[in-house]
């Protein structure tokens, strides 16, 4: 164990006011991954995700970062670190166009231009100039994706990006998560979809009650039908 | 009562209008990004009218020293309410809005009685400058104060920079995101405290703009800032929380109300505002235009 994981979670116990979420999560990101983090409904996996990106820190544990220690830091230091949040309920800044969405975004570098997340989303690029408001559920999703590419991440954390999607357009954002991995980007998925999560990850963690249950390869996951029927809707 | 009266009156209230208009933005900037009930914006802008009128008798009453004024005077408010942000104010945005309430309140009592301890409590007068004083004489009958004429440009001036800033400037549009969702800005990597920081100073400044442009016409004194802050809230309410534009709706609407209920009623002419946002609040509970709350 001398290579440094891009994350890792150690034990991390995150409360909402006096209520205890997750429990000891432990998990770690390679680069050039895309790790899922499977579970039902409530099972914690937002709550992960948030944890991580230090919007609902964590009351005891560390998190770290290309080996540095990120615990307690604030959002806007971690996303220029290279961390990208994906949130699940998508958020864009609805007053504001397509275009501006992108252009505020805090840029490390000009490695990702609003012309490189139109070639990755083609779609978002003849509706620019319109408000974020009025994009449908699949468009705000491409938005936010964009969104966090600009500022360049090394790590994404997508919080269920198919959620509520008609399946035409899941299919065309697996594609597009894809092609993300193939530019470079490691990727914690959070996903209750089991039939898209197997189609885009190399590892998997399972989380139920806010804690692990189960870690392993996709493959291990895909024999262990015990572990599927328990934890995940099949 | 001719024609000309009415007009004359009108314009009289489009003149108060823009300063009404210039403090009441500041306010709803602030309440809409920050979600901060500034109950001290009123004593920025008295302390904006009192700067104006130090600077104006350190050139000992000259045309410069107003011109001096015109930019010294808010952007001493502005750093006033810059250091009061960075010490106090940003550690407390989320807090409820009954302790900022109470907090702003706290801040505008200190504020009044420094004003008394530095300029004591009686009238201050700022005087016109000379390029400004006399009229212009519009359709032969019609006299306007050549400065109510300039307050006339500088509203729709100030309107039209507020309008880039809020919708052509990078600031600006995050800011209107930070209105909506603070929690995603920061996670897109943008230090939300320094956004609400400059937010809250352009907001400031434009109550000190407001206090300085407003000397000139008025005797300044202590307790100028609570009827307007007052007037400011009722405007920022009737005109949408967090609106820019709702300000200006409100501001003409009180305004004009003042000046024409004090022509055609002059006992009550008074309640005429207050009667006008009754009167909004009962059809339109949440403002004239798209409150960002």
């Known amino acids: 164990m001398n290579s440094v994981s ?3 979670a150690k034990n991390i116990n995150t409360f909402y006011g006096l209520s205890h979420i997750l429990f000891d999560v432990s998990l770690r990101v390679e680069k050039g991954e895309i790790v899922g983090l499977l579970g039902r409904n409530g099972a914690g996996k937002s709550t992960t995700m948030k944890s991580i990106m230090g919007i609902n820190p964590p009351r ?11 615990t307690g830091k604030r959002p806007f230091v971690l996303f220029r670190l290279g961390i990208g949040y994906v949130p699940d309920d998508r958020r864009v800044f609805a007053d504001l166009t397509v275009e501006d969405n992108l252009e505020i975004v805090y840029r490390r570098n000009n490695e990702w231009t609003k012309e490189r997340v139109y070639e990755i989303f083609p779609a978002l690029k003849n509706i620019r100039n319109r408000r974020a408001g009025n994009l449908s559920g699949g468009e705000q999703q491409m938005l936010t994706i964009g969104r966090a590419l600009m500022g360049n991440p090394e790590l994404l954390l ?13 299919k065309a954002l697996e594609e597009q998560i894809l092609k993300l991995k193939e530019a470079g980007i490691s990727i914690l998925l959070a996903e209750q979809n089991l039939r898209s999560a197997l189609k885009l990850v190399d590892r998997v963690y399972i989380i139920d009650n806010g804690a692990i249950k189960f870690e392993g390869t996709k493959k291990e996951l895909e024999e262990n039908e015990e572990i599927k029927r328990k934890y995940l809707l099949i | 009562m001719d024609i000309y009266t009415i007009l004359s009156q009108v314009l009289v209230g489009l003149s108060r209008t823009v300063i009404l208009f210039i403090v009441s933005s500041g306010l709803s900037l602030i309440l809409g990004v920050l979600r901060i009930p500034n109950v ?11 700067t104006a009128y130090t600077i104006s008798k350190f050139f000992g009453g000259q045309d410069l020293g107003f011109w001096v004024a015109l930019i010294g005077a808010p952007l001493f408010v502005a750093l006033v309410s810059f250091i009061a942000e960075r010490c106090v104010f940003q550690f407390l945005y989320e807090r409820e809005h009954l302790m900022l309430l109470l907090l702003t309140f ?19 007068t700022v005087p016109v400058p000379k390029v400004f004083q006399g009229y212009i004489l519009l359709f032969r009958h019609l006299h306007l104060p050549l400065y109510n004429a300039f307050l006339l440009i500088i509203g729709p001036l100030v309107a039209f920079l507020l309008w880039l800033f809020v919708n052509k400037t990078k600031m600006g549009k995050i800011s209107r995101a930070a209105a909506v969702d603070r929690e995603m800005v920061g996670a897109v990597g943008i230090n939300v405290s320094w956004v609400f920081g400059m937010t809250f100073v352009a907001g400031c400044f434009l109550a000190g703009l ?5 000397a000139p016409t008025i005797s300044v004194t202590l307790g100028m800032d609570h009827s307007l802050i007052m007037e400011s809230f009722l405007i920022v309410i009737i005109g949408g929380l967090g609106n820019i534009w709702g300000a200006l709706i409100g501001a003409l609407i009180f305004g004009l109300t003042q000046s024409i209920g004090i ?3 002059p006992k009550f002419g008074i309640i005429l505002p207050y009667a006008a946002v009754v009167m909004v609040l009962t059809f339109k509970p949440k403002g004239l235009l798209k409150s960002t709350w």
């Open chain 1, 6 to 8: 891009l994350l890792e």
């Open chain 1, 60 to 70: 005891t544990g560390e998190i770290f970062y290309k080996g540095k220690s990120i």
């Open chain 1, 158 to 170: 997508l919080d269920e990006p198919t959620e509520g999607l008609a399946p035409i357009i899941v």
């Open chain 2, 40 to 50: 001290a914006h009123g004593s920025l802008y008295m302390l904006g009218a009192y």
């Open chain 2, 106 to 124: 706290g801040f505008s009592l200190i504020f009044g009685d420094l004003v008394k301890m530095v300029w004591g409590g009686e009238y201050k």
């Open chain 2, 210 to 214: 407001g206090g300085m442009l407003v």
């Open chain 2, 263 to 265: 022509l055609i009623w």
